[in-house]
């Protein structure tokens, strides 16, 4: 492979024509023939640049509604003749096929029209062919022509023509070659996995992965190990599509957390109240519901005041001045709401490591989409956890029923309960979380642990008596056995949420009777590990 090689022709076909024009108008400075295809020919002419059209460069007009246009030797012949090879020098000279030695495509935006919920035939139709022939044919050859696929990338071949005299070394070459290939395998697990989608097919025979580098972590979970963040899949609000308005970059945990916070608080209408999440390596550590962000966030910050410190806050609805003056009394990571007011900014920007996320709306909790898991070898997928459960849905076990107060709590605990790590227990009362426990070996202990907790914070708060007494209680698996029931019956709870489904269920069902609790079954368990 030469190391320099200069362009001469270079063939430009885009959708996307940002930077299109200060391109090609420096690549014809530098004496480059430009050929070119339907509007991108189009938008340099208008930019006053002479381009040769490809259908001269292969005695075939663009047919069929543009599906074949440079699907053609001249085309492809020009992109894959190696030069130093005699024979394929000697056929392009014989069947009037020159050398192309810079191609810059951009591909049919299939994904944003897939994004937007377009029909299928225009979909479809966004399924570029061409360009990805060409695409791959230009990788292929990249010993001696250059590939560009983004134009952010279009600043650096510059550069690189500048400081090389109008060529390319062989490294820069490999590194757009290497970039075109992800293009294009970005491309295909795009189409690939919506025609999935549109087929119905749950499990693929393969399936492909694909995401956008977004940026370069510091380091991952731990200082000596290297993380990236991307983005991939169909859009969603959340972390990886925000706006930082404020604070340092955010590192691998702060991205991992945050995710978890929003799609938390994402579960909670805002026309049905405010609501705010906090939360700690992946857990919440306090969650409420209240007329006001301000009284949300206080209330859910008074369920463990201590694990808080240095967490994640999620709201609802747009920041606003009073919620933002309450956050900036205690250190925090991250603060990510739908929006935040002009006050709210200001009052935080004080506060310059504190990174503020606005995301423009909440996450659909019931939109269908995957979660994906490694392991050594390969990798877990699995359907998003979308299971609701209503009024209507729950069977009541015990011979006292929950009060409508208590019934209330209970669908609240519930919703939580499915963002806590299991062995997950928690208490709630009057629309806020008094207590959690997450991520036990076994139900007791994180019954006992929330408990414990919730005892602790009585004496932060001042309170006579533990804020589970009069609670309610979430289980995101079946009680076992009556012991994990009793304790939380112990700690002061009075209702029970629990998906049922023991071989002792009978047993339970006694205790509870017996501890004079509610207890419902949902038939549904919320396992998160």
């Known amino acids: 492979m030469p190391d320099l090689f200069p362009i001469r022709r270079a063939l430009i076909s885009v959708s996307d024509k940002t930077g299109l024009e200060e391109l090609a108008t420096a690549l014809a400075a530098r004496g480059v023939e430009l050929l070119s295809t339907g509007g991108t020919a189009g938008a340099m002419r208008a930019a006053g640049l002479q381009v040769r059209d490809v259908s001269d460069l292969t005695g075939f007009p663009e047919m069929m509604d543009g599906r074949v246009k440079t699907l053609h030797p001249a085309v492809h012949g020009g992109l894959l003749a190696l030069r130093d090879n005699a ?22 935006p299939f994904e944003e029209t897939r994004a937007r919920g377009a029909t299928h035939d225009e979909c479809v139709e966004n399924i570029d062919i061409g360009g990805p022939a060409m695409i ?39 590194r757009l070659a290497q970039t075109a290939f992800a293009r294009t395998a970005a491309y295909d697990a795009a189409v690939a996995s919506w025609l999935a989608e549109e087929a119905g097919v749950q499990t693929p025979r393969r399936h492909v992965l694909a995401g956008r580098l977004l940026c370069r972590l510091r380091y991952g979970e731990n200082p000596h190990q290297g993380a990236a963040f991307y983005a991939g899949g169909p859009p969603r609000p959340g972390v990886a ?89 205690v250190f925090t990571e ?20 504190l990174r503020l996320l606005v995301t423009g709306a909440l996450a659909d909790p019931a939109a269908a989409g995957q979660e994906i898991r490694q392991v050594a070898g390969g990798f877990l997928v ?14 009541v076990v015990t011979r006292r029923a929950p009060s409508a107060r208590e019934l209330a709590d209970l669908l609240f605990a519930w919703t939580v309960a499915r963002h806590v790590k299991s062995n997950a227990i928690v208490y709630a009362k009057d629309g806020a979380t008094v207590g959690v ?17 919730a005892r602790d914070m009585a004496g932060v708060l001042g309170l006579d008596q533990p804020p589970t007494l009069g609670s309610v209680v979430a289980s995101d698996a079946f009680f076992p056995f009556p012991d994990g029931l009793l304790a939380a019956a112990e700690a002061g709870a009075r209702a029970v949420i629990q998906p049922g489904g023991a071989l002792r269920d009978d047993e339970v069902i006694a205790a509870a009777d017996e501890a004079g609790l509610a207890m419902v079954f949902t038939g549904m368990r919320h396992f998160r590990h």
């Open 87 to 108: 024979e394929h020098m000697a056929a392009a000279e014989a069947h009037g096929i020159v050398p192309i030695d810079l191609l810059v495509v951009n591909l049919y």
């Open 136 to 174: 791959r044919a230009a990788a292929k050859n990249h010993a001696f022509v250059n590939v560009v696929v983004d134009p952010e990338d279009y600043p650096a071949l510059l550069e690189e023509m500048e400081r090389h005299a109008g060529a390319t070394s062989a490294g820069f070459r490999r």
């Open 241 to 329: 599509g925000a706006r930082q308005l404020q604070g340092k970059e955010l590192s691998y945990n702060n991205i991992s957390d945050t995710d978890a916070a929003f799609e938390l608080i994402s579960e909670f209408d805002p026309s049905e109240g405010a609501a705010c999440a906090i939360i700690k390596h992946a857990n919440p550590c306090g969650v409420a519901r209240a007329d006001t962000l301000a009284e949300a966030y206080g209330r859910a910050f008074d369920c463990d005041r201590t694990s808080a410190f240095g967490g994640i806050v999620a709201l609802n609805r747009t920041l606003d001045g009073a919620t933002a003056t309450r956050i900036a009394e």
């Open 334 to 353: 991250v603060v990510i709401a739908p929006d935040a007011d002009a006050q709210a900014r200001e009052i935080l920007a004080g506060k310059k490591n």
């Open 382 to 395: 699995q359907e998003r956890d979308r299971g609701r459960i209503g009024p209507e849905s729950l069977r």
């Open 437 to 453: 426990g997450a991520g036990q070996m076994s139900r007791i202990d994180s019954t006992r642990i929330a408990a414990r907790k």
